[in-house]
């Protein structure tokens, strides 16, 4: 293809598998643009172009956008011919920086979508009142993760671990309340601190703060887990999610303390559910006392079922659908 218009419009990063490229669309009138500001029209009509330039680069003869977020919506319907999948992961308008406007954005992509999917049962009945949708759910590297079984306690002191963000969906109250009634438990908590007031609690001596780490460390982190924990609060956002964190526990074997999520009613039988902070040490210490190798390989057995293999799997054949000829009836 004609490499000079394609190289003003967008920039190969790399090709980690044959037929997937990952591709940087290039602004040059609004390049501090963000989805999260929502788009000037420039920058939309930029991006529209762009996108345009990118399929007849690579004679895609039937398009089929991916949209994971509503705002996406302003450019992927301008794209000639395309197929529009929202693939809805999260509820948008639940974060503490959505903008006013997005609710709108979202309802008119799910007015126009040609296929929806979404990764709860939550999001599932939210949707369904303006878009038939699909139900994906979130899911693990399970290999990766396996990686971090462990047959015994890790050291000498129980290690009570989480990792992903720690933002304000997080119960940073239930981590402080737990340190200092239970000294002998050392806390690991990996991840971005965002809009969370860890002042008060990162002063105990028991409680550690490791930030981001590279994805291909967590195994190793986790192994050294006896507890791994979801302390999430119940807010609009958070009701909605599957935690793909959960999967990630489970792949290693451990024993996973969760705050009680709609999403994780169908685990009760594996996970330990506890709605405040009382609850939440009472759980941690049944965990421990309650863990071993039987457990473990249940909830091991458990993860396989919930492999990104299999995910992608559910979401090519619902992506099947869109290129089905249709019936003479249609």
């Not at 293809?1 to 940087?24: C, K, S």
């Not at 293999?309 to 249709?326: H, I, N, V």
Request: glycine content about 6%; charged content about 25%.
């Amino acid at each position: 293809f004609d490499g000079d218009e394609a190289a003003e419009h967008f920039r190969l990063i790399d090709q980690p598998h044959p037929g997937v490229f990952e591709v940087r669309l290039r602004l040059a009138t609004d390049p501090l643009a963000s989805l999260y500001d929502g788009l000037r029209d420039g920058a939309a009509a930029e991006l529209r172009a762009a996108l345009g330039v990118l399929v007849n680069a690579f004679a895609i003869t039937l398009p089929i956008l991916v949209v994971e977020h509503p705002e996406w919506q302003r450019v992927a319907f301008g794209i000639t011919g395309a197929r529009i999948v929202y693939d809805c992961l999260d509820l948008a308008t639940g974060f503490a920086d959505a903008r006013p406007s997005l609710a709108a954005a979202e309802a008119a992509l799910l007015a126009r979508a040609d296929l929806v999917i979404a990764a709860s049962c939550p999001l599932i009945q939210r949707i369904e009142e303006q878009h038939p949708g699909i139900l994906v759910r979130n899911a693990a590297e399970v290999d990766f993760f396996a990686q971090a079984a462990a047959d015994r306690p890790s050291g000498e002191f129980p290690v009570i671990g989480y990792f992903g963000a720690i933002a304000e969906w997080f119960a940073i109250d239930w981590i402080e309340a737990c340190a200092v009634a239970k000294p002998a438990w050392r806390f690991r908590l990996i991840g971005q601190v965002d809009n969370c007031d860890v002042s008060r609690i990162a002063a105990l001596p028991n409680v550690e703060f490791l930030g981001e780490v590279p994805y291909c460390e967590l195994p190793a982190l986790l192994r050294e887990f006896d507890v791994a924990v979801i302390p999430f609060r119940l807010t609009p956002l958070t009701r909605f999610t599957n935690p793909v964190k959960l999967y990630e526990y489970m792949a290693a074997g451990k024993a996973v303390v969760a705050s009680p999520l709609p999403e994780l009613a169908e685990t009760r039988d594996l996970v330990y559910l506890a709605d405040d902070a009382v609850a939440f040490a009472a759980a941690i210490a049944r965990a421990l006392s309650e863990d071993s190798p039987a457990l473990r390989a249940r909830r091991r057995q458990w993860a396989r079922r919930h492999d990104w293999s299999e995910r992608a799997r559910q979401f090519a054949e619902a992506l099947a659908t869109l290129t089905e000829p249709k019936g003479p009836g249609s």
